[in-house]
């Protein structure tokens, strides 16, 4: 009975302490005391304090991205990754600088000089990244998660499968080769898109050597073996027939006298002419040199078949069938669609596709937060005559049913930045300003006085859209998209109060009007052709050819690296070939 009392009292004294202002100025989180005599717990929060706890930071949104190309190595580089939760998804971990791989081929460049490794890029830049090295093999844009599948390990189930979901995800997976169900191709033919497929190719073409410098081989046979056709006269078949060349010529020449005479290198090209992406000049000038060299040009045919040691052709003009016997064939005949984008478009309404359609601000439209960028994608540009109603609406004012030169002047910045065409259009018809393209639905020749009415501005913007272009599915395209990309992630929370695309137009057509829509900027091209000499193909119309032009490619490849540790080793293995040659051995 004493010990409840004395007990009760001190917890008394004790409560009254605690609520007066403390020396130190520290607030008493709880109190907790037994009572001997009830056998209960007396507990006291402080209230206040519980009250003035912080609130926990707002969740990062979660950015998955899809790819470790150019484009999506680009989207990640310029991301600022402290605003957002990113994983990376690929089962290749590391960059390849794909315009150097017909030089892996022969030896010009090694394997290990053109990649950077994904994880060694996150660390220099200090980015807050999670890499996985796996395969998504399934994108659900119901439940916003992509299902992938590790490409070393499994996991307890026991085959290696995973889901991660996200907020936004970047779709930046590529593209395959596409073969056209040509029978035979993807089993006897050598690809060029992976580090691991110009790897396989220069073993390959030293295999070859090798066979054909048997004792027991006929002259006939040797032929066979050293002829090396590629099909498909495009930049890269074009780089690996020039490089293939000048290991032949520079090198392997002297380490097989014997059957030098034996050596063909064929390009097979479906069209008239091969570099037909290319200004006719360089493509008269690569075909001459080619001629020069030895490289047989069989232009015009179409590959119906390959089997392992023949490939049957068939001429447009003539529909003759051949057989061109080979010993190594290179299949570089355009770019198809990855079976997860397939199965992906199939789900939102494009099966009919080649590529994942996108607006001009990267979005497939299907899906709010889903982007695809680089080959795997192909952006729909709005036709402006689709809106032509809005347009004239937004720019009527005084809704007048007619619109004034001054009117469409005022919306002519906006227009031109959401239908690009506009002014493509103008500069290839030689226009000075917006009247010279009024004039054809008025046929009014004073500007001042030039007065539209609906039918008349429909009809003065008719031609407009023959215009409209679709980007090359190139390296130089998917970096631009990656970084346009990522800019507006950066940018996300400011442009909301301070948008930047066509302000008059945000009613017309689909898109994040809080952007400007992306715009590909040519660069230029290049095209080597062996023998130091190359051709390029650049901005303002501008075409050089020459050994000049090939310091020039050298110059811009080495500065495009990623690293300065793969910057340095290009410069060295150039070096090394000019001093030593390039290496034979079959490793």
């Known amino acids: 009975m004493g010990f409840s ?12 302490d605690i609520r007066r202002p403390s020396s130190a100025g520290v607030s008493t989180a709880a109190l907790l005391l037994t009572a001997a005599s009830g056998g209960g717990i007396v507990a006291y929060a402080d209230s206040a304090r519980a009250e003035e706890a912080p609130e926990p930071p707002p969740r990062k949104k979660k950015v998955v991205v899809l790819g470790t190309g150019w ?31 017909p030089s892996v081929t022969c030896g010009t460049v090694e394997a ?11 660390e220099k830049k200090g980015k807050d990244v999670a890499y996985y090295e796996a395969e998504c093999f399934k994108i659900d844009p119901t439940k916003k998660a992509v299902h992938c599948r590790s490409a070393v390990g499994t996991n307890l189930d026991g085959n290696g499968d995973f889901m991660v979901d996200y907020d936004y995800l970047v779709v930046a997976l ?21 580090v691991e497929d110009a790897q396989k190719i220069r ?4 295999d070859c050597f090798e066979r054909a410098s048997i004792p027991n081989i006929s002259e006939e046979e040797k032929r066979k073996i050293l002829h090396f056709v590629i099909i498909g006269g495009g930049p890269t078949g074009v780089e690996f027939a020039a490089e293939l060349h000048d290991f032949l010529v520079e090198d392997l020449v002297k ?170 259009y103008m500069k290839s018809m030689h226009m000075v300003d917006i009247a010279d393209l009024i004039k054809g639905g008025v046929g009014d020749s004073n500007k001042e006085s030039m007065v539209v009415n609906i039918e008349e501005f429909k009809k003065a913007l008719s031609h407009v859209d023959s ?42 057509g689909e898109g994040h009007h809080n952007f400007r829509p992306f715009r590909y900027k040519h660069l230029g091209q290049f095209a ?30 080495a500065s495009k690296q990623v690293s300065w540790r793969t910057r340095v080793l290009v410069v060295s293995d150039w070096t090394r070939r000019f001093i030593f040659g390039r290496d034979s051995s079959r490793i």
């Not at 009392?5 to 009254?16: D, G, H, N, V, Y």
């Not at 290990?112 to 996150?122: A, G, K, L, N, Y």
């Not at 997860?340 to 607006?359: C, E, H, P, W, Y």
């Not at 679709?470 to 346009?484: E, I, S």
């Open 174 to 194: 590529g593209a395959t080769v596409n073969t056209f169900n040509t029978p035979g191709v993807m089993e006897h033919c050598h690809f060029l898109k992976e």
């Open 255 to 424: 380490l097989y006298p014997a059957i030098e005479q034996f050596v063909k290198i064929t390009i097979i090209q479906s069209g008239e002419h091969i570099l037909n992406t290319f200004d006719q000049r360089i493509a008269v000038f690569a075909e001459s040199k080619f001629q020069r060299d030895g490289i047989e040009l069989s232009t015009g045919f179409r590959v119906i078949k390959v089997s392992d040691d023949s490939i049957t052709v068939k001429c447009k003009s003539s529909g003759v069938e051949t057989l061109v016997p080979y010993g190594m064939a290179v299949w570089s005949a355009g770019i198809g669609t990855r079976p997860v984008i397939t199965d992906f478009m199939s789900q939102v309404g494009q099966g009919k596709r080649r590529a994942l359609a996108t607006n001009e601000w990267l979005r497939v439209p299907e899906c709010d937060s889903v982007y695809a960028i680089g080959d795997c994608s192909s952006i729909s540009q709005r036709k402006i005559m689709e809106d032509i109603s809005t347009i004239f609406k937004v720019a009527d004012k005084d809704n007048s049913g007619t619109l004034t030169l001054k009117e469409i002047n005022d919306v002519l910045e906006d227009i031109c930045i959401r239908y690009p065409q506009v002014e493509l």
């Open 203 to 206: 073993k390959s073409v030293i």
């Open 112 to 122: 290990r000089s053109v990649v950077e490794p994904i994880r060694r890029m996150f």
């Open 71 to 101: 484009a999506g190595t680009s989207f990640l580089k310029n991301l600022d990754s402290s605003r957002y939760e990113v994983k990376v998804i690929s089962p290749r971990n590391y960059f390849a600088f794909t315009p150097l791989l």
């Open 528 to 557: 080597p052709l062996g023998g130091e000499q190359a051709a390029a193909e650049l901005p303002g119309d501008w075409v050089s050819m020459g050994h000049s032009t090939q310091w020039l490619w050298y110059s811009v490849y």
């Open 467 to 508: 215009q409209v272009k679709t980007v090359p599915a190139t390296a130089q395209v998917a970096a631009q998209q990656g970084y346009y990309l990522a800019d507006c992630f950066n940018k996300k929370d400011h442009c909301i109060e301070h948008p930047e695309g066509p302000l008059r137009l945000t009613g017309s």
């Open 5 to 16: 009392f004395f007990a009760s009292r001190a917890a008394a004294r004790f409560l009254e």
